[in-house]
């Protein structure tokens, strides 16, 4: 059963922007603390950014920082991430995942929901 999905990955020039989209078909994104996660190639999975129901977020990868923007649209049960100034390094699968527990989110543990991914390469 799909509860959590993410879209708009894709290539992307170096430079590029892109937004990502976590939507959650059956069940309001209000009450959970939602974390964007990315895996790069053969390397393991590192939160980028949770965001809290009262719309506080805190950003964990050092090498997305001033470039990532965050919003919800509580009507369409979507969190949005908009990846700017894109580089190679940034190449990998986004998942967004949602939590109960805030705490849980930067270690991606407890996660009552993940998404499937969505592939960003960045490439010339």
């Known amino acids: 059963q799909l509860m959590l999905a993410e879209s708009g990955g894709g290539l992307v020039r170096p430079g590029g922007s892109l937004t990502l989209s976590c939507w959650a078909p059956?069940?309001?994104?209000?009450?959970?603390?939602i974390g964007w996660f990315r895996q790069a190639p053969e390397k393991e999975r590192e939160a980028v950014v949770c965001?809290?129901?009262?719309?506080?977020?805190?950003n964990y990868l050092k090498s997305l920082a001033g470039r990532i923007t965050i919003s919800r649209d509580t009507a369409k049960h979507t969190v949005f991430l908009q990846l700017d100034s894109l580089n190679a390094e940034d190449t990998g699968v986004y998942y967004c995942?949602?939590?109960?527990?805030?705490?849980?989110?930067?270690?991606?543990?407890?996660?009552?929901?993940w998404g499937q991914g969505t592939q960003v390469t960045v490439s010339s």
């Open positions: 995942a949602s939590f109960v527990n805030p705490s849980m989110c930067p270690r991606g543990l407890s996660a009552a929901y």
């Open positions: 059956k069940f309001s994104l209000d009450y959970y603390t």
């Open positions: 965001v809290n129901t009262d719309g506080s977020s805190t």
